[in-house]
């Protein structure tokens, strides 16, 4: 069974402080996926990552995908408050059209 | 990207009750999924709604509890059918075009019930 674990769970910094998503797997996936929800609204794509060690940013955000493709990392450099939000990890569940989620991060970031 | 009109976007109801919430997308799309969400927690999925044939129920939920009608590709309906408090969370609908791209999603519909 394809599992994501995604870490930490809650993470609550200061402005201006740098941080680390990291999202974990035993099995190779084809891809993976970032997203990003506020409250009241469903999640938004960030960004997809698809070959290993494949490096995106996305302004103050940077995803990495592992060599061998088990893992994702989201870091943010100098967090603002409008980074706040949960941010989800998913990837594809074999060969259809269904996703696996990551536990989710709680980001919290105090002005 | 598609999008999504979900609703309502929020209901409190009395258990017992029944509800249908909508979900209408501004394009075809192939796939609709319906998630429950605690908040500040993950998804996870109720049911992929298949348009022309009876939904995919995941682990854990069944038709009796949350039918779920997919008449055209456009649109799906969820119900959460004799609802209890246990059913307080918030239920989104998503949409994929193809295998192994991205979700996009409705805003959700919060639910409460008393």
């Known amino acids: 069974t394809q599992l994501l674990e995604q870490s930490p769970q809650f993470l609550s910094i200061q402005e201006g402080e740098n941080l680390t998503v990291y999202c974990n797997s035993s099995?190779?996936?084809?891809?993976l996926q970032w997203y990003r929800q506020e409250p009241g609204e469903g999640p938004v794509l960030l960004v997809t990552?698809?070959?290993g060690g494949e490096v995106k940013k996305l302004k103050r955000l940077t995803f990495q995908f592992g060599d061998a493709r088990k893992d994702s990392s989201l870091h943010i450099t100098a967090a603002q408050p409008g980074d706040t939000g949960l941010y989800l990890c998913?990837?594809?569940?074999?060969?259809?059209?269904?996703?696996?989620w990551g536990a989710g991060t709680k980001l919290i970031i105090k002005p | 990207s598609a999008v999504i009109s979900q609703k309502p976007s929020r209901d409190i109801c009395q258990r017992g009750t029944s509800l249908t919430i909508q979900c209408q997308v501004d394009?075809?799309?192939?796939?609709m999924f319906w998630y429950r969400q605690q908040p500040g927690q993950s998804l996870t999925l109720i049911a992929t709604?298949?348009?022309?044939?009876?939904?995919?129920?995941e682990s854990g939920f069944v038709i009796d509890k949350f039918p779920i009608s997919r008449p055209n590709l456009t649109f799906s309906t969820l119900t959460v059918s004799n609802m209890s408090p246990e059913d307080s969370s918030i239920y989104l609908c998503?949409?994929?075009?193809?295998?192994?791209?991205?979700?996009?999603f409705g805003d959700g519909t919060r639910l409460s019930i008393l």
């Open positions: 998503s949409v994929a075009g193809t295998a192994n791209q991205p979700q996009h």
């Open positions: 394009s075809q799309v192939t796939m």
């Open positions: 709604a298949n348009q022309g044939s009876e939904a995919t129920y």
């Open positions: 099995s190779v996936f084809s891809s």
């Open positions: 990552v698809v070959t």
């Open positions: 998913a990837g594809p569940r074999g060969s259809n059209y269904q996703l696996i």
